[in-house]
């Protein structure tokens, strides 16, 4: 496919970067928040761009778009992140066209996903593109391929067994506590962060470890007491956050901050504390590995685990990508009609022209004309040529080309790019 002619520019790319080669640290330098994806996608709106989506999570950080050359894209993610076009060059990966719908598809349907089958993704990509609608740079391209990813996910999770076992980061913290801690219903839990990672590990906790002395603390209260009210559990300001601390067994840490929210000085004099870093970029200062009372895992470390579940789910990725394959043929299909819209336009409108001055010259003929009764038979027939040549193209694919050029050719239509 030499391109998409669905937009001003002529190439659709995926560029990004991933756990595969980028460590946390690296990825955490090209992280977008909400804030900056906006303006990137405000900057991209005014550059002519559109058909871009960013998605930016704890494993990858990625922009879909159309642009004339990959570099238009690399140079907004680099301008509103910390990371520069040289350390991108050595972890990020560029596709473009078909390779960029069909890694698109993998990513959506969890096959891409550190811990394999976490389905989260799904609900991040829902969310940017409406980011990306609300920026006026979707395109009826872009929404059509989300919504044939979101029926991959679906048919993957409801016909395979891929998602079995720990699929998620938060749930793989969960299980890391109930194998590393004994009693750990018995100990004190401070979740510091309740956004969406938050939110899930909350919940994994409250289900799999029956502990009820965890504590929530969020900058801003409002949102943790939302979520403590639906599991009873207990929340503190963030001014409580040191002393919480101190008396915690466990602090997990899952803010959004670009910077280090726990700080070596924060933990040092505790007597022994676990810390399980969810964030990205990480949030617990990298000091506070040297210290010899507190154990330190990050996220990273979290998504290696491996559960007795794993091969199993391996052994479904066949299923998966049969389901994929599907799907993406019937993307491709919808595809390779748009190329016949412009034709198919221009000819409605000769015919509708052809009947016009027909009419209009029957009427000045004809004594006692009806011109409503005309209008309605020549519209239906105007209706059942136009199904025809459609049905022609859709059917006859090998020679459309030949085909549109014909129609373009008999009724003098203007030149039209395929």
């Known amino acids: 496919m030499e391109d998409y002619k669905l937009s001003k520019y002529p190439t659709f790319y995926a560029i990004g970067l991933s756990y595969h080669k980028a460590d946390a640290d690296i ?11 906006k303006y990137f996608l405000k900057d991209a709106c005014e550059n002519g761009h559109d058909g871009v989506l960013i998605t930016s999570t704890c494993n990858r950080t990625e922009v879909y778009g159309f642009a ?48 394999l089958g976490d389905f989260e993704i799904i609900a991040q990509l829902k969310n940017a593109f409406k980011r990306s609608k609300k920026a006026n740079v979707d395109n009826h391209f872009l929404e059509r391929l989300l919504n044939s990813i979101i029926q991959a996910s679906k048919k993957i999770k409801n016909e395979t067994n891929i998602s079995s076992g720990a699929t998620s980061v938060s749930f793989a913290s969960a299980q890391y506590m109930l ?17 969406k990672i938050g939110r899930n590990t909350c919940e994994n906790l409250v289900k799999h470890t029956a502990n009820d002395q965890i504590t929530l603390i969020n900058r801003t209260r409002e949102k943790a007491e939302k979520i403590a009210g639906k599991f009873n559990l207990i929340v503190h300001d963030y001014k409580d956050l040191q002393r919480e601390i101190d008396s915690a067994d466990i602090l997990i840490v899952a803010t959004g901050a670009q910077q280090p929210t726990v700080l070596k000085n924060m933990v040092e004099a505790h007597p022994g504390l676990l810390i399980l870093d969810l964030s990205i970029p990480r949030n617990v200062d990298p000091e506070v590995e040297k210290l010899t009372n507190v154990k330190l895992i990050h996220l990273d470390y979290l998504s290696q685990l491996t559960d007795a579940t794993l091969e199993r789910r391996k052994s479904e990725l066949p299923k998966a990508e049969d389901i994929i394959e599907t799907v993406q043929d019937e993307f491709n299909e919808w595809l390779e009609t748009r190329k016949f819209v412009p034709t ?39 209706q059942k040529i136009m199904n025809k040549f459609a049905k022609h193209l859709r059917t006859d694919a090998d020679d459309s080309d030949q085909s549109l050029e014909l129609i373009q050719k008999v009724f003098s239509l203007d030149k039209i790019q395929k």
């Open 179 to 195: 194998e590393h801690v004994e009693n750990i219903s018995k100990k004190k839990i401070v979740l510091f962060g309740t956004g």
């Open 68 to 115: 004339q050359h990959p570099y238009q894209l690399i140079k907004l993610l680099c301008h509103y992140t910390e990371g520069d076009v040289e350390e991108l060059e050595k972890v990020a990966y560029i596709y473009k066209n078909n390779h960029a719908v069909n890694h698109m598809f993998k990513v959506g349907t969890g096959l891409d996903s550190q811990i």
């Open 27 to 37: 990825r955490g330098r090209f992280s977008l928040n909400e804030d900056q994806q």
């Open 344 to 382: 198919i336009k221009a000819l409605k409108g000769k015919l509708k022209e052809m009947k016009e001055n027909e009419l209009d010259f029957q009427s000045k003929k004809i004594d006692g004309f009806n011109q409503e009764q005309a209008e309605i038979i020549s519209d239906r027939m105007i």
